[in-house]
């Protein structure tokens, strides 16, 4: 079964960094088959996608946050880790991480159930 | 990288009735990277449609998909009560994810 799990804070403090963890299991960062990605979803608004992370370790990022992310894996314990810097109350969200199924289709077909972040002092 | 656009924001509809959403993109989309998605209050989203047109495992033959280029269409033939919802539709390109904004269908 496959299953991914987000963990991380609940509060940050303004111009913080943000690091959250997605241990994903049935299934490995080594097949080339799939990828990571990190989504985001403010309080009753849309989701965003954030970046994603491929087997090769290649990484992609939101041209509107990139500057502020980082995405890595590390495939021995099963980890995707997202960093975002200097937080900001506008990145209080639902952060979620999904598998990317890779092929001639594209597409996220398993999520985690999300972790709450709220940015406040 | 396209932008998506989904109509109407909101569709209110009843048990039983038709439900037709649409999503549609600034530049073509393949089909093979256009999905649908479907979340309900306090969940993760679900995938219902990948490729455009092709059910996920478990999902009712009542949801379907089509379209193609720059227009998208979900189809719920009968919304059951468990079918009100938020739909995102999801685009890959140049390396890239797209959401649209959502459509949510509620009871009328």
């Known amino acids: 079964q496959v299953t991914l799990k987000e963990s991380g804070p609940v509060l940050v403090k303004p111009t913080e960094s943000l690091t959250l963890t997605c241990t994903v299991s049935g299934f490995s960062l080594s097949n080339s088959r799939v990828g990571v990605s990190w989504i985001r979803q403010p309080p009753g608004k849309a989701l965003e996608w954030l970046a994603h992370?491929?087997?090769?370790?290649?990484?992609f990022y939101s041209a509107s946050l990139k500057s502020r992310l980082t995405i890595s894996k590390d495939t021995s314990k099963s980890q995707v880790v997202l960093t975002l810097t200097s937080v900001d109350p506008v990145d209080t969200a639902t952060y979620y991480c999904a598998r990317i199924t890779v092929g001639w289709l594209v597409y996220m077909d398993v999520w985690g159930s999300g972790t709450t972040v709220t940015v406040s002092s | 990288e396209a932008l998506l656009t989904q109509s109407p924001g909101t569709l209110s509809l009843s048990p039983g009735e038709r439900a037709t959403l649409s999503c549609r993109a600034s530049?073509?989309?393949?089909?093979?990277?256009l999905a649908w998605y479907q979340q309900k209050p306090g969940q993760a989203p679900r995938l219902l449609i990948y490729g455009a047109s092709r059910r996920a495992t478990g999902i009712p033959d009542r949801f379907s998909g089509s379209g193609s280029g720059t227009d998208f269409t979900l189809t719920i033939s009968r919304l059951e009560p468990e079918d009100f919802a938020v739909y995102y539709c999801?685009?890959?390109?140049?390396?890239?994810?797209?959401f649209g904004p959502g459509t949510k269908v509620d009871i009328k």
């Open positions: 530049q073509s989309v393949s089909t093979t990277y």
């Open positions: 992370i491929f087997s090769t370790d290649e990484t």
């Open positions: 999801l685009q890959y390109g140049d390396s890239a994810f797209t």
